[in-house]
């Protein structure tokens, strides 16, 4: 039994649920926002997020970091946007050696930085692990079988993971391929929006199994341009996230694209849903693609839908007549 403090109240209450229920570890809790926890404590469940999954008396709610202290793992379920600003906080409360795990998807923004190399720079005596792959909250917190990565640098640290995270419903690979890991999570969220567009303008299968093919295809050729491996987006991080976020609407991203296909304005659909990390995200592989002279079709054309202004079918028009080409660039 490991000692365990989960951050964040969203995933971060599914992932608690699914440990303390079927690993039985000393979990607790902690949020920033009070209020979630106060709530949380009322109601006995995350009722906004994650309402019908019961939180057991025995998982401890805090907004007290000192709780890091003895802790032999600290799980991150935190939106991209605030890891840095957290990392801060948590940093003082880590022992040399403790396991951080990171379960958000998205790249820093301003800085177009990975988050293992944000968690590096504010964390660096922790032992990092990505816990990434094809798992939404609703279904975790309910224990559906459920299959992920948990990829480190550090081997033992990825085995600790999968040690203390599996369990008959949730099966943990291991991977040592971090970046590309790490691309695959936040890079299908952008390919998401752009396949829920294609369900809101009305388009069918078709459309969509182009989206996530080809859509692959442009993850794969920055992940290459990063230093990962092609293989790493055959698996869990790549085409299986894809599959999970692209087909379902407990994603966010999906029901965000949705929204602008039939035509609410980007800015707006965002703030409907919540959490749509593919809006963040698609601004920092823009930026990765010019840093890195890699062609992202789709990523570009949902940059120009969601920051240009441009019209969602002008932007798909333009896709369409894009120069005719082989189906493997590199092979020709
Ligand atoms: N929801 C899922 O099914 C799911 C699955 C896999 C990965 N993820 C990833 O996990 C991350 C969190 O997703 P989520 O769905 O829990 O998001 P969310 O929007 O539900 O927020 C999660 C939690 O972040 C915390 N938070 C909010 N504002 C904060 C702040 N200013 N500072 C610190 N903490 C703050 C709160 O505790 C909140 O409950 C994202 O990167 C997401 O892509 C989510």
Redesign the pocket.
């Known amino acids: 039994m490991a000692k365990i403090t989960v951050l964040?109240?969203?995933?971060?209450t599914a992932l608690a649920v699914m440990l303390y229920t079927t690993q039985q570890h000393e979990i607790t809790i902690w949020?920033?926002?009070p209020e979630?926890i106060e709530a949380m404590r009322r109601d006995g469940e995350q009722k906004e997020?994650l309402p019908g999954v019961k939180i057991p008396n025995g998982i401890s709610l805090t907004t007290d970091l000192s709780v890091v202290d003895d802790s032999d793992l600290v799980l991150f379920?935190?939106?991209?946007a605030?890891v840095r600003?957290?990392c801060q906080k948590v940093a003082p409360h880590v022992k040399e050696g403790t396991v951080i795990v990171n379960?958000?998807?998205?790249i820093e923004e301003d800085s177009l930085k990975l988050l293992s190399t944000v968690f590096a720079e504010e964390i660096p005596n922790g032992a990092y692990v990505v816990l990434t792959g094809p798992?939404?909250?609703e279904e975790v917190g309910r224990n559906i079988p459920t299959s992920v990565v948990a990829a480190s640098s550090n081997k033992m640290a990825a085995y600790l993971v999968q040690e203390w995270f599996s369990s008959p419903t949730f099966r943990v690979y291991i991977n040592d391929d971090v970046t590309g890991c790490e691309l695959g999570g936040a890079l299908k969220n952008v390919i998401a929006l752009c396949a829920g567009i294609s369900d809101g303008l009305g388009y069918g299968d078709n459309t969509k199994a182009m989206l996530m093919t080809r859509g692959l295809h442009e993850i794969e050729r920055l992940g290459s341009a990063l230093g990962s491996r092609a293989n790493t987006f055959a698996g869990l991080t790549g085409l299986g996230d894809l599959i999970v976020t692209c087909t379902s609407m407990?994603s966010r991203n999906r029901r965000a694209g949705i929204l602008i296909g039939q035509g609410v304005n980007p800015a707006d659909a965002v703030a409907q849903v919540?959490?749509v990390?593919g809006y963040y995200c698609c601004r920092a592989a823009y930026g990765l693609a010019r840093r890195y002279d890699v062609e992202m079709p789709f990523t570009d054309g949902l940059y120009r839908i969601l920051f240009e202004n441009v019209n969602v079918k002008d932007a798909v028009q333009s896709l369409l007549d894009r120069p005719k080409k082989h189906e493997y660039e590199k092979l020709i």
């Open positions: 964040g109240g969203g995933f971060g949020s920033a926002l979630e997020k379920a935190i939106p991209s605030y600003e957290t379960a958000g998807k998205g798992s939404h909250a407990h919540g959490t990390e």
